[in-house]
């Protein structure tokens, strides 16, 4: 466990394992203990630096909209990777660090040697398959920033914790952690370790903003990972339309599972990472669709 520290935030790093590096960035509401199942086998090849987002597990949490951001989050990543003097590394992420990771390749492309985008947040778009009426998309904006308001109001009031009770017993939680106790319980553990700026601030920016010229991901030419949950309705549109504008990547569709891929069906997530690092390190060709 290590930290950096700058402008008034520490931020929480781990370096696992040695090899090519491999950046990897949590999810809205998680820490880099996200990754810890994961490590054992994602360390057999490469270092692994894992980190926690600010507002999120042992990083300071401070207070203000202006304090997060795609880019405030990318600059802080590119603050990690030239304090471990890394000039070039696989950089990927889960949801809210899969926008950040996009964030980071389209600011610092030189420092990417390829890219994983798992259950993108970010893209504020939606594939040609599934774009809905102008009507349509306008109610779902409204009832997110309705949900947003309650759910803020119920964090200053009642606490994190008693927000993600709430979340559970209106459904607003994959369909996972409806189904399992062991898993709720596991959700309001994560729920303990979000700070209130975190959840207010940090979630505030994710819901509300897309990554700064995300029209120019178009242009990427590095191999990349996307992987997205068929059930996933909200990010899965987002995903289909960079698995239609990247021309060397591979998309990987995982049945039966919604958004939190790596939490809710890791040994498919496992595979997909695992092959594309596989190929990547072997010199194969990425690109192609799976189905898992």
Known sequence: ????????????????????????????????????EHLPWLTRNHQVIILDARGHGLTTAPAGDDCYSWEIMC???????????????????LSMGSGVSQTFVLK???KVRALILSDSAGTGLRSEQMTGSREEMDDQREEMERQRIAREEVILKYGVVESGRRSIAAGLVPRQVLEDERMQQEYLERMSRFSVNGSIYASRFV???TVPGVERTKGLTMPTLIIIGEEDVGCRPGAEWL???????????????????????????????EDFLNDLESGKDIQGEVTL
């Open 1 to 36: 466990m290590s930290t950096l520290s700058f402008d008034d935030i520490n931020l929480h790093y781990e370096v696992h394992g040695s090899g090519p590096p491999f950046f990897l960035h949590h999810g809205l509401s998680s820490s880099c203990q996200a990754w810890y």
């Open 75 to 93: 600059n802080d990543l590119n603050r990690l990777m030239e304090h471990l003097n890394i000039e070039k590394a696989i950089v990927g992420g």
């Open 108 to 110: 610092y492309p030189q």
């Open 207 to 209: 819901m509300q903003t």
């Open 243 to 273: 698995r239609d504008i990247i021309p060397n990547r591979r998309f990987v569709l995982l049945t039966k599972v919604g958004h939190g891929t790596s939490r809710y069906k890791p040994e498919a997530w496992h595979k997909a990472v």
